[in-house]
């Protein structure tokens, strides 16, 4: 057992690519060298991951500008809150470490070194359970958590490429994908063992339990749907015709309508819960769009472009891409403390 000791703390549309051309401030921007120091004052700044550039980026909200960046471990990828609310937690997938950091202003708190492969995390709804996927080492690794330390449970090997991740509300059930060989995996986090794993098709991504934890939705990359998944009875129920590509997800927050980013289409979807059927495309996007987060307002959808070195800003009631804000390479996981809650019990 290994011990380590941390603080809790509808509609398609087009657009010019002539009008976004002013995104590019970031050559300017940089020239600049803005340091920490310049804006750990502003509050709720929103948080991007350029996993290609090892940083983190930080944009404020009201003008959509770059205000500077900070160092990361390479290959930061996902990122969570921590149950208190007072840090972010940034994991460093190569460097083999989580940084935690200010959710407001994104200045770094402090580094927990030794935590291998930490590609996606998240904590189980009674935040008794920290749990990683390293897609990177085949294997999930669980801790127990008191509120303030994680202690090493169990390390599990889970072949193949176990990576995005989410929890059923009963705290005893944590869902992993394994996008090489096609499956989900429920595991037990009470025995951390392996309940069963389903075949539910190409590369696998991202999860997303339906309110009432009646199906899991699974964005199903090397396809062009989300496979839905009667996980009580372990049954492919169908699947939701989304775009090529299908990869994550954002709730909307109107107990009706979840988000899914389309990578290869370039789109992303909207369907609805109860249907189970795709109600809206939102297109005219950069290509990859990934990670989102949704403004409190729920007026806005941000979302990272992971194949153009952008942010976007959508404006849900028209549906159009309003801004974009030129990032670093790869840009993956999205944070803003001033965010609408997340229905579903998930990681972001």
């Not at 990361?72 to 950091?101: C, Q, Y």
């Not at 708190?109 to 189980?124: C, H, K, M, T």
Request: aromatic residues 8%.
């Amino acid at each position: 057992m290994s011990r380590l000791i941390f603080q809790t703390s509808i509609r398609s549309v087009t657009v010019s690519w002539a009008s976004i051309a002013r995104a590019s401030l970031w050559g300017a921007l940089a020239c600049c060298s803005l340091t920490l120091s310049r804006f750990a004052l502003a509050a709720d700044n929103v948080i991007v991951l350029d996993s290609g550039e090892a940083q983190l980026t930080l944009i404020d909200p009201a003008t959509h500008r770059v205000i500077g960046t900070e160092p990361t471990g390479k290959e930061p990828h996902h990122l969570m809150i921590t149950p208190d609310g007072r840090s972010l937690i940034v994991a460093d997938s190569i460097s083999n470490n989580l940084m935690f950091v200010d959710p407001h202003s994104g200045r770094v708190q402090r580094r927990v070194e030794a935590i291998e492969d930490p590609y996606q995390l998240g904590f189980s709804p009674d935040h008794k359970w920290f749990v990683t996927a390293g897609l990177r080492l085949d294997r999930v690794d669980i801790y127990h958590y008191d509120g303030g330390n994680v202690t090493l449970a169990k390390r599990i090997p889970l072949a193949k490429t176990p990576s995005h991740l989410t929890f059923a509300s009963d705290n005893r059930t944590v869902f992993v994908t394994l996008q090489d060989t096609g499956e989900v995996a429920a595991i037990d986090l009470p025995t951390q063992s392996v309940l069963w794993k389903l075949h539910v098709g190409r590369t696998p991504a991202g999860l997303w339990m339906t309110p009432g934890d009646r199906y899991l939705l699974v964005g199903m990359t090397g396809e062009d749907n989300v496979a839905v998944v009667d996980w009580k009875h372990r049954q492919l129920v169908k699947k939701i015709p989304t775009g090529r590509g299908a990869h994550n997800f954002r709730d909307l927050d109107d107990r009706q309508h979840i988000a899914v980013s389309n990578r290869v289409e370039n789109t992303i979807s909207i369907l609805d819960y109860n249907t189970l059927t795709k109600v809206a495309d939102i297109t005219g996007l950069m290509p990859g769009p990934d990670d989102m987060e949704l403004s409190a307002d729920r007026r806005y959808l941000w979302v990272t472009f992971r194949f153009a070195r952008h942010v976007g800003v959508i404006d849900l009631g028209t549906h159009r891409l309003v801004d974009t804000i030129a990032v670093g390479r790869s840009p993956h996981g999205l944070y803003f403390a001033n965010r609408a809650p997340v229905y579903a019990p998930n990681p972001d």
